[in-house]
Protein backbone atom coordinates (compact mmCIF):
# COMPACT_ATOMS: atom_id res chain seq x y z
CA UNK A 1 0.00 0.00 0.00
CA UNK A 2 1.07 3.57 -0.79
CA UNK A 3 2.39 5.24 2.26
CA UNK A 4 0.22 8.12 3.47
CA UNK A 5 1.52 10.93 4.82
CA UNK A 6 -0.63 13.96 6.70
CA UNK A 7 -0.20 17.47 7.66
CA UNK A 8 -1.02 17.01 10.89
CA UNK A 9 -1.84 20.42 12.21
CA UNK A 10 -3.98 22.97 11.22
CA UNK A 11 -2.76 26.69 10.73
CA UNK A 12 -5.24 28.83 11.34
CA UNK A 13 -5.02 32.49 11.61
CA UNK A 14 -7.18 35.61 13.22
CA UNK A 15 -8.91 35.93 9.93
CA UNK A 16 -9.85 31.81 9.52
CA UNK A 17 -7.38 30.95 6.98
CA UNK A 18 -5.17 27.85 6.98
CA UNK A 19 -1.79 27.73 6.50
CA UNK A 20 -1.69 24.26 5.14
CA UNK A 21 -4.90 21.83 4.61
CA UNK A 22 -5.10 18.15 5.34
CA UNK A 23 -2.82 17.02 2.18
CA UNK A 24 -2.24 13.14 1.08
CA UNK A 25 0.11 11.81 -1.13
CA UNK A 26 -1.98 9.17 -2.73
CA UNK A 27 -3.29 9.50 -5.82
CA UNK A 28 -7.10 8.29 -4.73
CA UNK A 29 -8.53 8.51 -1.41
CA UNK A 30 -12.04 7.96 -0.08
CA UNK A 31 -14.50 11.61 -0.14
CA UNK A 32 -16.93 11.50 2.95
CA UNK A 33 -20.12 13.20 1.18
CA UNK A 34 -22.97 14.54 3.97
CA UNK A 35 -25.64 16.53 3.49
CA UNK A 36 -26.79 19.51 5.59
CA UNK A 37 -30.31 20.77 6.14
CA UNK A 38 -31.22 24.00 7.02
CA UNK A 39 -33.82 26.29 8.34
CA UNK A 40 -32.87 29.18 5.65
CA UNK A 41 -33.97 29.51 2.22
CA UNK A 42 -31.37 28.39 -0.39
CA UNK A 43 -28.78 30.91 0.13
CA UNK A 44 -30.52 33.60 1.99
CA UNK A 45 -27.98 36.18 2.74
CA UNK A 46 -25.58 35.56 6.03
CA UNK A 47 -28.01 32.81 7.05
CA UNK A 48 -27.87 30.52 4.11
CA UNK A 49 -24.60 31.79 2.44
CA UNK A 50 -23.43 31.17 6.12
CA UNK A 51 -24.22 27.27 6.13
CA UNK A 52 -22.65 27.68 2.33
CA UNK A 53 -19.53 29.17 3.91
CA UNK A 54 -19.10 26.19 6.31
CA UNK A 55 -19.43 23.55 3.67
CA UNK A 56 -16.39 25.02 2.15
CA UNK A 57 -14.43 25.43 4.46
CA UNK A 58 -14.97 21.91 5.67
CA UNK A 59 -14.29 20.64 1.95
CA UNK A 60 -10.96 23.26 2.08
CA UNK A 61 -9.97 22.48 5.32
CA UNK A 62 -10.05 18.65 4.46
CA UNK A 63 -8.20 18.64 1.40
CA UNK A 64 -11.37 17.49 -0.42
CA UNK A 65 -12.09 14.54 1.65
CA UNK A 66 -15.11 15.82 3.11
CA UNK A 67 -18.12 17.42 0.97
CA UNK A 68 -21.18 18.77 1.92
CA UNK A 69 -24.52 19.01 0.17
CA UNK A 70 -26.52 21.95 1.83
CA UNK A 71 -29.91 21.99 0.97
CA UNK A 72 -32.70 24.96 2.09
CA UNK A 73 -35.42 25.00 3.67
CA UNK A 74 -37.96 22.63 2.50
CA UNK A 75 -36.08 20.99 -0.11
CA UNK A 76 -35.27 18.07 2.18
CA UNK A 77 -37.43 18.88 5.01
CA UNK A 78 -39.16 21.69 6.44
CA UNK A 79 -37.59 24.64 8.02
CA UNK A 80 -38.50 23.90 11.84
CA UNK A 81 -37.88 19.79 11.48
CA UNK A 82 -33.54 20.16 10.93
CA UNK A 83 -33.15 19.23 14.34
CA UNK A 84 -35.12 15.92 14.24
CA UNK A 85 -33.74 15.47 10.68
CA UNK A 86 -30.25 15.45 11.76
CA UNK A 87 -31.06 13.50 14.89
CA UNK A 88 -32.38 10.48 12.65
CA UNK A 89 -29.72 10.44 9.96
CA UNK A 90 -32.35 11.46 7.37
CA UNK A 91 -29.07 14.02 6.53
CA UNK A 92 -26.14 14.17 8.46
CA UNK A 93 -25.54 17.78 9.03
CA UNK A 94 -27.69 20.66 10.10
CA UNK A 95 -28.10 24.54 10.16
CA UNK A 96 -30.39 26.18 12.17
CA UNK A 97 -31.18 28.37 15.28
CA UNK A 98 -31.61 26.17 18.86
CA UNK A 99 -34.65 27.87 20.20
CA UNK A 100 -36.46 26.71 17.38
CA UNK A 101 -36.35 23.43 19.35
CA UNK A 102 -38.25 24.51 22.56
CA UNK A 103 -40.92 22.52 22.38
CA UNK A 104 -38.41 19.09 22.10
CA UNK A 105 -35.24 20.46 24.65
CA UNK A 106 -36.80 23.85 26.56
CA UNK A 107 -33.23 23.94 27.52
CA UNK A 108 -31.52 24.33 23.90
CA UNK A 109 -33.17 27.84 24.09
CA UNK A 110 -29.80 29.46 25.84
CA UNK A 111 -27.94 27.94 22.76
CA UNK A 112 -29.33 30.95 20.65
CA UNK A 113 -30.45 33.96 22.70
CA UNK A 114 -31.55 34.21 26.54
CA UNK A 115 -33.26 38.31 27.02
CA UNK A 116 -31.07 40.76 28.76
CA UNK A 117 -27.92 38.30 28.48
CA UNK A 118 -24.27 38.27 27.23
CA UNK A 119 -23.21 40.28 23.87
CA UNK A 120 -21.41 38.35 20.85
CA UNK A 121 -18.24 38.73 22.42
CA UNK A 122 -19.16 37.57 25.94
CA UNK A 123 -21.57 34.64 24.44
CA UNK A 124 -18.52 33.42 22.32
CA UNK A 125 -16.34 33.08 25.52
CA UNK A 126 -18.82 31.27 27.48
CA UNK A 127 -18.80 28.41 24.54
CA UNK A 128 -15.38 28.58 23.94
CA UNK A 129 -13.62 29.20 27.60
CA UNK A 130 -16.03 28.73 30.37
CA UNK A 131 -18.08 25.61 29.59
CA UNK A 132 -20.52 26.34 27.22
CA UNK A 133 -19.73 24.14 24.43
CA UNK A 134 -19.42 20.96 26.69
CA UNK A 135 -22.61 21.51 28.34
CA UNK A 136 -24.18 21.76 25.07
CA UNK A 137 -22.43 18.48 24.12
CA UNK A 138 -23.74 16.92 27.07
CA UNK A 139 -27.74 18.21 26.60
CA UNK A 140 -27.26 17.39 22.92
CA UNK A 141 -25.97 14.07 22.99
CA UNK A 142 -29.31 12.82 24.33
CA UNK A 143 -30.73 13.40 21.05
CA UNK A 144 -28.23 11.65 18.73
CA UNK A 145 -26.52 15.22 17.95
CA UNK A 146 -23.17 17.29 18.06
CA UNK A 147 -23.40 20.56 18.30
CA UNK A 148 -21.32 23.46 17.16
CA UNK A 149 -21.71 27.87 16.87
CA UNK A 150 -21.57 28.05 13.29
CA UNK A 151 -22.39 32.03 12.96
CA UNK A 152 -23.94 34.76 15.26
CA UNK A 153 -26.11 37.51 14.32
CA UNK A 154 -24.47 39.81 16.67
CA UNK A 155 -27.37 41.93 18.41
CA UNK A 156 -30.69 42.02 16.80
CA UNK A 157 -33.29 44.40 16.24
CA UNK A 158 -36.69 44.32 18.87
CA UNK A 159 -38.42 44.26 15.23
CA UNK A 160 -40.60 45.70 13.09
CA UNK A 161 -44.09 47.18 14.02
CA UNK A 162 -47.02 49.01 12.16
CA UNK A 163 -47.95 51.17 14.54
CA UNK A 164 -45.69 53.28 17.20
CA UNK A 165 -45.69 51.80 20.61
CA UNK A 166 -45.70 55.21 22.86
CA UNK A 167 -46.23 53.15 26.01
CA UNK A 168 -47.02 48.80 27.59
CA UNK A 169 -50.63 49.70 27.09
CA UNK A 170 -49.65 50.09 23.11
CA UNK A 171 -48.23 46.59 23.35
CA UNK A 172 -51.67 45.01 24.69
CA UNK A 173 -53.30 42.00 22.42
CA UNK A 174 -50.40 42.69 19.54
CA UNK A 175 -49.69 39.44 17.24
CA UNK A 176 -46.18 39.26 17.20
CA UNK A 177 -43.39 36.37 15.32
CA UNK A 178 -41.19 36.29 18.42
CA UNK A 179 -39.02 32.87 19.69
CA UNK A 180 -37.63 31.38 22.34
CA UNK A 181 -37.36 32.70 25.53
CA UNK A 182 -37.93 36.81 24.41
CA UNK A 183 -41.34 35.08 23.25
CA UNK A 184 -42.72 34.14 26.14
CA UNK A 185 -41.47 37.22 27.88
CA UNK A 186 -43.65 39.06 25.89
CA UNK A 187 -46.19 36.70 26.30
CA UNK A 188 -45.71 37.86 29.79
CA UNK A 189 -46.65 41.43 29.34
CA UNK A 190 -49.90 40.65 27.18
CA UNK A 191 -48.13 40.18 24.00
CA UNK A 192 -49.41 37.35 21.63
CA UNK A 193 -46.52 35.26 20.50
CA UNK A 194 -46.08 32.95 17.46
CA UNK A 195 -43.05 31.30 15.88
CA UNK A 196 -42.63 30.58 12.45
CA UNK A 197 -39.79 30.53 9.50
CA UNK A 198 -38.71 33.61 8.60
CA UNK A 199 -40.40 33.25 4.87
CA UNK A 200 -43.61 33.52 6.25
CA UNK A 201 -43.33 36.57 7.83
CA UNK A 202 -43.77 39.42 5.03
CA UNK A 203 -46.95 37.77 3.68
CA UNK A 204 -48.46 37.36 7.44
CA UNK A 205 -47.48 40.78 8.15
CA UNK A 206 -48.89 41.76 4.88
CA UNK A 207 -52.22 39.99 5.42
CA UNK A 208 -52.93 40.86 9.48
CA UNK A 209 -51.67 37.72 10.37
CA UNK A 210 -49.35 39.67 12.71
CA UNK A 211 -48.85 42.90 13.99
CA UNK A 212 -45.59 42.87 14.36
CA UNK A 213 -42.28 40.38 13.56
CA UNK A 214 -38.92 39.93 14.60
CA UNK A 215 -36.60 38.21 12.49
CA UNK A 216 -32.86 39.68 12.95
CA UNK A 217 -31.19 42.89 11.57
CA UNK A 218 -31.27 45.27 8.82
CA UNK A 219 -29.15 42.75 6.50
CA UNK A 220 -31.89 40.46 6.39
CA UNK A 221 -34.58 42.40 7.21
CA UNK A 222 -34.23 44.63 4.36
CA UNK A 223 -33.54 40.87 1.94
CA UNK A 224 -37.15 40.00 3.11
CA UNK A 225 -38.40 43.60 2.25
CA UNK A 226 -40.35 43.95 5.71
CA UNK A 227 -39.82 47.78 5.84
CA UNK A 228 -42.30 47.39 2.85
CA UNK A 229 -44.91 45.83 5.37
CA UNK A 230 -44.24 48.04 8.38
CA UNK A 231 -42.88 51.40 9.38
CA UNK A 232 -41.39 51.50 12.86
CA UNK A 233 -38.53 49.37 13.33
CA UNK A 234 -37.46 48.91 16.90
CA UNK A 235 -33.50 48.96 18.19
CA UNK A 236 -34.53 47.92 21.83
CA UNK A 237 -32.56 44.78 21.66
CA UNK A 238 -33.37 43.27 24.66
CA UNK A 239 -34.65 39.91 22.98
CA UNK A 240 -31.18 38.98 21.68
CA UNK A 241 -27.92 40.41 22.50
CA UNK A 242 -26.35 37.47 20.35
CA UNK A 243 -27.86 34.71 18.26
CA UNK A 244 -26.11 31.98 17.62
CA UNK A 245 -27.15 29.84 14.67
CA UNK A 246 -26.00 26.38 15.54
CA UNK A 247 -24.16 24.01 13.15
CA UNK A 248 -25.23 19.52 14.54
CA UNK A 249 -23.84 16.62 13.24
CA UNK A 250 -25.51 13.57 13.45
CA UNK A 251 -23.60 11.91 16.57
CA UNK A 252 -23.17 8.47 15.10
CA UNK A 253 -21.26 10.12 11.65
CA UNK A 254 -19.58 12.29 14.09
CA UNK A 255 -18.42 9.17 15.85
CA UNK A 256 -17.63 7.55 12.60
CA UNK A 257 -14.96 10.47 11.66
CA UNK A 258 -11.55 9.97 11.81
CA UNK A 259 -9.72 12.25 14.95
CA UNK A 260 -8.04 14.35 12.20
CA UNK A 261 -11.45 15.00 10.32
CA UNK A 262 -13.30 15.90 13.66
CA UNK A 263 -10.46 18.37 13.89
CA UNK A 264 -11.43 19.93 10.42
CA UNK A 265 -14.98 20.08 10.92
CA UNK A 266 -14.38 21.64 14.46
CA UNK A 267 -12.18 24.49 13.21
CA UNK A 268 -14.38 25.12 10.11
CA UNK A 269 -17.05 25.50 12.33
CA UNK A 270 -15.15 27.90 14.56
CA UNK A 271 -13.75 29.86 11.68
CA UNK A 272 -17.20 29.83 9.71
CA UNK A 273 -18.52 31.26 13.13
CA UNK A 274 -16.47 34.13 13.65
CA UNK A 275 -16.88 35.26 9.27
CA UNK A 276 -20.90 35.65 9.51
CA UNK A 277 -20.07 37.50 12.79
CA UNK A 278 -17.62 39.95 10.59
CA UNK A 279 -20.14 40.16 7.78
CA UNK A 280 -23.08 41.32 9.55
CA UNK A 281 -21.31 43.93 10.99
CA UNK A 282 -20.25 45.32 7.71
CA UNK A 283 -23.65 44.41 6.09
CA UNK A 284 -26.09 45.48 9.03
CA UNK A 285 -24.14 49.20 8.39
CA UNK A 286 -25.04 49.32 5.14
CA UNK A 287 -28.18 47.74 4.97
CA UNK A 288 -29.48 50.34 8.14
CA UNK A 289 -28.43 53.17 5.93
CA UNK A 290 -30.51 52.06 2.97
CA UNK A 291 -33.49 51.45 5.12
CA UNK A 292 -33.36 54.91 6.75
CA UNK A 293 -31.95 56.82 3.58
CA UNK A 294 -33.74 55.43 1.14
CA UNK A 295 -36.83 53.93 2.26
CA UNK A 296 -37.67 56.30 5.19
CA UNK A 297 -37.90 53.86 7.73
CA UNK A 298 -38.15 55.18 11.33
CA UNK A 299 -36.30 53.92 14.10
CA UNK A 300 -37.41 54.08 17.34
CA UNK A 301 -36.87 52.30 20.75
CA UNK A 302 -39.30 51.21 23.13
CA UNK A 303 -40.40 53.13 26.04
CA UNK A 304 -38.96 53.08 29.52
CA UNK A 305 -42.22 50.73 30.98
CA UNK A 306 -42.40 48.60 28.24
CA UNK A 307 -38.24 48.02 28.80
CA UNK A 308 -38.76 47.93 32.57
CA UNK A 309 -41.64 45.45 32.03
CA UNK A 310 -39.71 43.48 29.75
CA UNK A 311 -37.40 43.02 31.99
CA UNK A 312 -39.23 41.84 34.78
CA UNK A 313 -40.97 39.30 32.89
CA UNK A 314 -37.90 37.63 31.37
CA UNK A 315 -36.54 37.48 35.18
CA UNK A 316 -39.93 35.50 35.81
CA UNK A 317 -39.27 33.44 32.41
CA UNK A 318 -35.98 32.00 33.09
CA UNK A 319 -37.15 31.88 37.00
CA UNK A 320 -39.26 29.31 35.61
CA UNK A 321 -37.62 27.72 33.04
CA UNK A 322 -34.45 26.37 35.45
CA UNK A 323 -37.69 24.94 38.09
CA UNK A 324 -39.23 23.39 35.68
CA UNK A 325 -35.96 21.73 33.83
CA UNK A 326 -32.77 20.51 35.28
CA UNK A 327 -30.81 20.67 32.19
CA UNK A 328 -32.06 24.37 31.88
CA UNK A 329 -30.97 24.97 35.58
CA UNK A 330 -27.52 23.36 34.84
CA UNK A 331 -27.31 26.01 31.61
CA UNK A 332 -28.43 28.91 33.22
CA UNK A 333 -26.60 28.24 35.96
CA UNK A 334 -23.44 28.39 34.06
CA UNK A 335 -24.22 31.19 31.20
CA UNK A 336 -25.08 33.42 34.32
CA UNK A 337 -22.05 32.96 36.46
CA UNK A 338 -20.30 33.58 33.35
CA UNK A 339 -22.63 36.70 32.68
CA UNK A 340 -21.26 38.03 36.01
CA UNK A 341 -17.61 37.74 35.54
CA UNK A 342 -17.08 39.16 32.05
CA UNK A 343 -19.29 42.03 32.68
CA UNK A 344 -17.50 43.54 35.03
CA UNK A 345 -14.71 44.05 32.23
CA UNK A 346 -17.30 44.72 29.69
CA UNK A 347 -18.47 48.20 31.87
CA UNK A 348 -15.01 49.12 32.55
CA UNK A 349 -13.85 48.04 28.93
CA UNK A 350 -16.21 48.60 25.47
CA UNK A 351 -19.57 49.95 27.49
CA UNK A 352 -17.21 52.69 29.00
CA UNK A 353 -14.63 52.96 25.68
CA UNK A 354 -18.41 53.58 23.70
CA UNK A 355 -19.80 56.10 26.46
CA UNK A 356 -16.66 57.83 26.16
CA UNK A 357 -16.33 57.93 22.57
CA UNK A 358 -20.18 59.51 22.06
CA UNK A 359 -19.46 62.04 24.58
CA UNK A 360 -16.31 63.15 22.77
CA UNK A 361 -17.27 63.19 19.26
CA UNK A 362 -21.44 64.82 19.96
Known sequence: MQRRQFLTTLG?????????????????????????????????????TGANDFAKRLETLSGGRMRVRVHGAGEMVPALEVFDAVAAGTAEMGHSAAYYWRGKVAAAQFFTAVPFG?????????????????????????????????GNTGTQMAGWFKKEINSLEDMQGLKLRLPGLAGEAMNGIGVTTVNMPGSEIFTSMQTGVLDAADWVGPYNDLAF??????????????????????????????????????????????????????????????????????????LRSFPEDVMQALYESSQEVLQRQVENDPDSRKIYESYRDFQQLVRSFTDVGEFAYLKARDSASS
Open 225 to 298: GLHQVADYYYTSAWNEPSAILEGTVNLDAWNALPDDLKAVVTEAARSANLAMIDEFTYRNAQALKTLVDEHGVQ
Open 12 to 48: VGAAGAVAAPFVSTASAQETITWNMVTSWPKNFPALG
Open 118 to 150: MNTTETNSWLYNGGGQELWDELYAKHNLKPFPV
